[in-house]
């Protein structure tokens, strides 16, 4: 990996035949273009999710799972669309090399094993609709392939970007934060565009400064660090790309609030929002969610999210 966290082989894009796949394979296949490297369209043969109408308490996850004869009748017809998508990719854009494969398991598992054996640049999803029980449940595809991947991934939801829109990066100066901003600086020079990195200061919250089964510090009483100090952080972790990337306008911005809703603001006219992501406990992230879990289902512009 590059100290942007993208591999050198293609693009990889999950597909199911929904609007919103399509439109996902519509960004994947400009980003190609523009990396001038090989798409890959991926369908998973086997969903998270039980079938419609599954009792979701009296049903073990394993009987609600469609079997292998129900699940050979479906292939034939996603491998079908999948074939019909790149032929129209073939013919529109035939110096873009289109390959697809069609492979059991669940979204995450599929598309990280792609992505791992191409040495993909990213993995590109469309937005799903599950509601808010079935993500707390089951959880949702785009948080899962996050979780799972190595990789950045991009979640192409929201309104269509406006042309020049910038790309806003979530920032704290942390080490977090720091492979996201890398990757936000190569794809505004990639594509000309200016970078805003928004630092979301903390609103003090009482409650427990650590806890061991939470994964360490979630409410922390004292107040954010001061801006004086969250400028020089930041401005440490920038100033290499902007060495590197000397074409790239930046802009620091300061938000305050709940960093989900604030960065959610700061993505209405945005062409990209980039975010840091790394592991915390299960339980942490149950009772106080996660900042790129949050963007993943509200904000108004495509999501990349880039492990740390």
Known sequence: MSAAQTGAGPVVVGFDGSPE?????RWALAEAKNRRCGLVLGYC????LPPPGADLVATPLAEAVPEAADEAAAVEPARRQLDAMAETIQRTDPDVDVRTIVRGGTPEAVLTSIADETDAAMIVLGESHAGVFTRA????????VTKAAGRPVIVVRGDEPLPGGPVVLGTDGSEQSSPAAGFAFDFAARHGLAVHAVHVARLPVWGPTSEPLLGGPILDPAPGVPQEISDELIARQLTPWRERYPQVSVEVVHDIGPAGQALTGQ???AALLVLGRSDHGALRRLLLGSV???ALHHARCPVAVVRA
Not at 21 to 25: G, H, I, S, W, Y
Not at 45 to 48: K, M, V
Not at 137 to 144: D, H, P, Q, Y
Request: proline share 0%.
């Open 267 to 269: 993505s209405t006219d």
């Open 21 to 25: 796949a399509r439109r996902a394979v």
């Open 137 to 144: 449940v089951l959880g949702s595809t785009e948080a899962e």
């Open 45 to 48: 043969a086997r969903d998270r």
């Open 292 to 294: 790129s879990d949050d």
